[in-house]
């Protein structure tokens, strides 16, 4: 079983739409989450960490279900500039701090 | 905020020659840093762990030999390819740990192409 697991997609909503991904982890002793956004030929840039408690960016909702070892991430009122690649990432807590990337969902925002 | 910058952007080098790329952190101080390895439609793969001022950890499968990383100062590592082939050929970054354990920033990327 891979570390980090997500649908790769790609999802293709319409502008407006509300799209929800999802992310499970193998590492029980996993200790921070990230979503991390990465466009076509890009450098991964961070989009939010995610909490026990879940936590709202504008548009976008975390949460964290470590009982379950689940992570999701929801878009709400989706641009067109949204459309990118997002990556579920998970610190494990090993010495050095590296992390752990899923292989990414795509989204793309039609008009 | 934490800036981390890579250098050349992209390069194009012949089979056999050997490419370094730099790795800087602009603002902060890292006594660790990631480079990590994307093939085309595939997620990002870490390919070692440079330690500012002992040897770098490499992960299973990556040659430490043909990939070479030093860590000279606590805002630089490079990574040398060596001996490039056309299997090198992909999308290097690296990244830096920022806030203790929380965020890491990585580099714009460098892409190799090797003909």
């Known amino acids: 079983r891979k570390e980090v697991e997500q649908d790769p997609g790609p999802f293709n909503v319409p502008e407006g739409a509300t799209v929800a991904f999802n992310c499970t982890y193998s590492n029980s002793a996993s200790q921070s989450f990230f979503w991390y956004r990465q466009d076509c030929r890009k450098e991964p840039k961070l989009l939010m960490s995610v909490y026990s408690s879940g936590n709202e960016d504008g548009r976008f909702t975390a949460q964290l279900n470590r009982a379950s070892q689940y992570i999701s991430l929801l878009i709400r009122d989706s641009k067109l500039s949204d459309s990118a690649t997002y990556l579920c990432?998970?610190?494990?807590?090993?010495?050095?701090?590296?992390?752990?990337f899923g292989p990414g969902t795509r989204l793309s925002v039609l008009p | 905020g934490a800036v981390v910058s890579q250098h050349p952007s992209w390069v194009i080098c012949k089979s056999g020659t050997s490419v370094k790329i730099e790795c800087r952190s602009l603002?902060?101080?890292?006594?660790?840093m990631f480079w990590y390895r994307q093939f085309p439609k595939q997620s990002l793969m870490l390919m070692a762990t440079s330690n500012e001022g002992s040897k770098a950890t490499y992960e299973q499968g990556v040659e430490k030999d043909k990939f070479l990383i030093n860590h000279a100062s606590l805002t630089l590592s490079t990574l040398t390819v060596t001996s490039a082939h056309p299997e090198d050929s992909s999308f290097y970054i690296c990244?830096?740990?920022?806030?203790?354990?929380?965020?890491?920033?990585f580099g714009p990327g460098t892409r190799l192409t090797v003909t």
């Open positions: 603002d902060f101080q890292a006594t660790t």
């Open positions: 990432v998970v610190n494990p807590g090993r010495y050095g701090q590296n992390f752990v």
């Open positions: 990244s830096a740990p920022y806030r203790g354990i929380g965020e890491q920033y």
